[in-house]
């Protein structure tokens, strides 16, 4: 298509255009006589067309419409997240609007993999997690929180489980600050252009709770708060919240002001994970261990310890390590349990009685993969990061 030639740009085939190439960025320019649409290429821009001044307001807002975002004006600058269906998928977009004298710029960048939601089978979870999980999926509802560091993987974990549960049938919602990319789910969209917090459209939520929600944040009280009403009310909530493992989440929600008694009874189970770099199968051969101090800290003899490492190689880029794995601990919450946290949830008793039956706790899995040739000691203690307090 030539420079010229505006028809073929609409919202759909911009969004097209940025879907096809994760992390790219479009930029929509009104100038006093006419506009351009430029994509960045490299280390400098492509010309897609120039346009008439009318026409790029017209797809500026288009284009903001079709990812879900409110056309917020153009006096002031501002930002916001959304996304949308393409042909084999979905992107998000981060839009960022700067005003000007004859109309102003907007910047659309696409996101890299957020749109798309693992397979279940994807997770590869240990059978007996997967099978504590199916239990907290189809078992009362309540809360059940997805936890971990930033960069463990929570939001691929949240989407994956929601997706278990929603469907045309069910009312499902979930409060985000980018879309949810499944079927059937209203994303109520966080800090977009209205600028709601989390705790804002949660609240709004709980006067009306759905079936099912999944939150990406509960970040503050009122977020906690509202997430305990709707489970209440009988809502299975999903919740992503930033904490260590298992029995630091629990500390974290009552730090939050979660009311113990209400936790304790609403609280279903936790879910936490970490990341760890798998070793690259093309260049992988046995070694004695070299990091005795990594296998103490996943509870490893390291005496006579052999395991599986990268040498490095094309293959790997010389890193030994190629592609990631999630480790995984799955905390059901038993009367036991439950009877701990509603009595002030102290914390070596909280991790003797989640551990009580006998489940894996994130270094017990982390040292199974390493037993395994999955990961090295190093990489999983690295990924597991300081001992428990
Ligand atoms: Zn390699």
Avoid at 161 to 179: C, F, M, Q, Y
Avoid at 282 to 311: D, I, M
Wanted: glycine share 12%; hydrophobic share 45%; with cysteine.
């Amino acid at each position: 298509m030539s420079a010229a030639d505006p028809a073929p740009w609409t919202a759909a085939t911009l969004l097209q255009r940025l879907a096809a190439d994760p992390h790219s960025q479009l930029l929509l320019d009104r100038g006093r006589l006419d506009g351009t649409l430029r994509l960045a290429r490299g280390d400098g821009w492509e010309l897609l067309a120039e346009l008439p001044s009318g026409a790029v307001d017209a797809l500026q807002e288009a284009l903001a419409a079709t990812v879900g975002v409110g056309w917020a004006g153009r006096d002031r600058p501002w930002r916001a997240s959304g996304g949308g269906e393409v042909a084999g998928g979905w992107v998000s977009v981060a839009l960022s609007f700067l005003p000007g004298p004859w109309g102003g710029r907007l910047s659309v960048r696409s996101h890299g993999g957020g749109g798309s939601v693992a397979a279940w089978e994807q997770l590869a979870l240990p059978a007996a997690e997967e099978a504590a999980l199916r239990r907290l999926l189809q078992g009362p509802p309540g809360l059940l929180a997805v936890v971990g560091p930033s960069g463990s993987g929570k939001t691929t974990l949240l989407w994956a489980l929601l997706r278990e549960l929603a469907g045309p049938t069910v009312n499902a919602v979930a409060v985000a600050d980018h879309p949810c990319p499944l079927p059937h789910v209203t994303t109520a969209l966080a800090r977009g252009t209205a600028g709601c917090e989390p705790g804002e459209l949660l609240a709004a939520l709980a006067a009306d709770p759905p079936q099912v929600v999944a939150t990406t944040d509960l970040a503050d009280p009122s977020a906690v708060t509202a997430a305990l009403a709707m489970g209440l009310q009988g809502s299975r909530v999903l919740a992503n919240l930033a904490a260590a493992d298992s029995v630091a989440a629990i500390g974290r929600l009552l730090q939050r002001e979660a009311v113990p008694y209400l936790l304790s009874d609403l609280l279903r189970g936790v879910l936490a994970s970490r990341l760890v770099r798998c070793v690259c199968a093309a260049c992988a051969r046995e070694v004695t261990l070299r990091s005795p101090a990594a296998a103490a800290r996943l509870g490893l003899e390291p005496r006579g310890l052999t395991h599986r490492a990268g040498a490095g190689c094309p293959a790997c880029g010389g890193s030994g390590y190629r592609g990631r794995r999630a480790v995984y601990e799955v905390v059901e919450v038993s009367a036991a349990l439950a009877a701990i946290i509603a009595d002030g949830a102290r914390p070596d008793l909280l991790r003797e009685q989640a551990f009580a039956a006998g489940n894996a706790d994130l270094t017990a899995n982390a040292a199974a993969l390493v037993l395994a040739g999955v990961t090295t000691p190093e990489e999983a203690a690295r990924a597991l990061g300081r001992d428990h307090d």
